[in-house]
C-alpha cells in the first residue's frame, strides 16, 4: 500500500456481528494490515503466556480484561506492526482505550457493524475458528469443506470457550455497558459509519463501497496538495 492511501480503520460491533468476517473481506479487497485484539489474547492463552494465563479467567467468563494490560498490548503490536494504514478489530472496546489510541495516533474512520442481539445469539454456538489464523467459519453460514477442519491448511479447527450462551449474555451485557459508549465518543467526531442489518452478506457491499469511496477521497486529497 502506497502513502498516497493511508487509512485507519477501527471496526467495531457486538460479539458475533460480523467484525472478523469483514475484516477477512477487507484485508483482501484492500490489503490493509489487520490486528484483532482476540487473535492476539488467544494466541497469548495457547502460548501459555504469563499475560495469556492471567487474562484467560477474565475472558471465560465474558468480561473485559483491564484497560492499562489491553492499551499496553495493543499499542504495542502497533509499533511493532511498523504500517502506516490498518484495520483495528475489537479494539478499542472502552472510552479510556479509545482515549489511549488517540493519545499516540489518529483514527481517520469507524465502521459499526449494527446487528440485531437475537442474531448473533444463534451465531455464537456454531461458530467455529482455526485459531492460527483468526479464520472464522459458522455451520449454518460459511462451513468448512471438511467438517472440523480449516480448508487452508487442514489443521483442527476448535470452539471458543466463551461461546457458551451464558457467557455470551455476559458479553453481550458488557457490549451494552461498557463499549456502546465508544460508539457515541466517535460519533461526536464525526467518524462513527453505521452499518446496519442481519446479513453479512448485505452489509459487506456497503461496506467495501463506503471504504473505496474513502480511499478514492483520500488519493484526491493527496492529489491536490501535490
Ligand atoms: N448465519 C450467519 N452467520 C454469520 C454471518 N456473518 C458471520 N457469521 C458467523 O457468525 C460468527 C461470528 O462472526 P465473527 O466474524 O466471528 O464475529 P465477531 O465476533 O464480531 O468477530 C462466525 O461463526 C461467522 O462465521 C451471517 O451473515 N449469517
Ligand atoms: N479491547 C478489549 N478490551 C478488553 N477485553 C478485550 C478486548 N478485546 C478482546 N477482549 C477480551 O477478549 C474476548 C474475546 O474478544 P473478541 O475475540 O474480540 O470477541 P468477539 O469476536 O466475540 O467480539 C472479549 O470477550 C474480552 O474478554
Not at 454456538?125 to 472464522?136: A, F, K, M, Y
Not at 463499549?179 to 453505521?194: D, I, M
Request: proline fraction near 6%; include cysteine; charged fraction near 25%.
Amino acid at each position: 500500500m502506497s502513502i498516497r492511501n493511508i487509512l485507519r480503520t477501527v471496526i467495531m460491533g457486538p460479539p458475533g456481528s460480523g467484525k472478523g468476517t469483514v475484516s477477512g473481506r477487507i484485508v483482501k479487497s484492500f490489503g490493509l494490515p489487520h490486528l484483532s485484539s482476540g487473535d492476539l489474547l488467544r494466541s497469548n492463552i495457547k502460548a501459555k503466556t504469563e499475560l495469556g494465563l492471567l487474562m484467560k479467567s477474565c475472558i471465560d467468563q465474558g468480561q473485559l480484561v483491564p484497560d492499562d494490560i489491553m492499551s499496553r498490548i495493543i499499542l504495542t503490536e502497533m509499533r511493532n506492526m511498523d504500517q502506516s494504514s490498518w484495520l483495528l478489530d475489537g479494539f478499542p472496546r472502552t472510552v479510556a482505550q479509545a482515549e489511549s489510541l488517540d493519545a499516540v495516533v489518529r483514527v481517520d474512520t469507524v465502521i459499526n457493524l449494527d446487528v440485531p442481539f437475537q442474531t448473533i445469539k444463534q451465531r455464537l454456538t456454531s461458530r467455529w475458528l482455526h485459531q492460527p489464523s483468526g479464520r472464522v467459519y459458522n455451520i449454518d453460514f460459511n462451513p468448512p469443506k471438511i467438517a472440523g477442519i480449516d480448508d487452508i491448511t487442514g489443521e483442527p479447527l476448535t470452539q471458543r470457550d466463551d461461546d457458551t450462551p451464558e457467557t455470551v449474555n455476559k458479553r453481550l451485557r458488557a457490549y451494552e455497558y461498557q463499549t456502546q459508549p465508544v460508539l457515541e465518543y466517535y460519533r461526536s467526531k464525526g467518524l462513527l459509519e453505521t452499518f446496519t442489518g442481519t446479513e453479512t452478506n448485505e452489509i459487506w457491499p456497503h461496506v467495501q463501497a463506503f471504504l473505496s469511496k474513502k480511499l478514492t477521497a483520500r488519493n484526491e486529497m493527496v492529489g491536490e496538495k501535490a
